[in-house]
């Protein structure tokens, strides 16, 4: 017994020697500048002079959220990861967007969008639809809406991927049962594939709220800091860059990811609390 636990010790000890570079590496790449970001929150520091500043306690918080362009940037993400549900399958041609570099796809919407040479407004145009070209990125009034689309078809083939390689782990055997108990398409489907494809579309469902409550390049190749389509991400970096208040970016980047790990956390607790029930 007692060399099966000095095996047991050695073998715990081995495995973190062999994690110690990764965390490290995760330590310089990810805790220290998080931990210098929350630092800096409460501040008033400013980005020109960083090491001037003075301790403001959580004024810097109290001033993001009271900000209404923060929880509007808040509601764009939200309302970007709700258009996606109940979007349709293309197995194929999906793939082509998600192979894409973000900025890839913003650019080249933003071309065809062009309200004088663009591919989609001489379409409509030919078609009689429309008498001139749409300014469908300069509009404020379509702006979001151009946003979403593009994001929707730039985002599906993920979504479809994680939900796919769940339902690809579903028993056949179930199905047959069902369809010689006589039991319907429709029943299948709510009774078989939906319960236990859930987890799978579950997991699908926080990576992609994860993804769009962090969202910046899109909306900010297409509109730069536009509040019509200003995500969370595009706020810290106005607050940081624009003007250069080092203390506020970091309150901003602070609620962005106090924000996120809570809604990852509910995510999170639904799921097992979905498993456990079933």
Sequence with gaps: MNAARRMERQQHRTAWLFLLPLLLTLAAVAIWPLGRSIFFSFTDAYL???????????????EVADDPVFWGAVA?????????????IVRAAILIPWAMPMVVSARIWEWMLNDQFGLI?????ALGLVEKGIAWTADPSLILGTVIFIDVWVTTPFMVLLILAGLQLIPEEIYEAAEVSGVPHWKRFWSITLPLAMPAIGVAILFRTLDALRMFDLSYV???NNENTMTMSIYARDQLISFQDLGLGAAASTWVFMIIGMIAIVIVGLLRLDRAAG
Excluded: C, Q, T, W
Excluded at 78 to 88: K, T
């Design 48 to 62: 020109d002079a960083p090491s001037d500043y003075g301790f403001v306690g959580f004024d810097n918080f109290v």
């Design 76 to 88: 764009i993400a939200l309302l970007l990861h709700r258009a996606f549900l109940g979007r349709g």
């Design 121 to 125: 407004n001489k379409l409509l145009v």
């Design 222 to 224: 297409l509109a730069a």
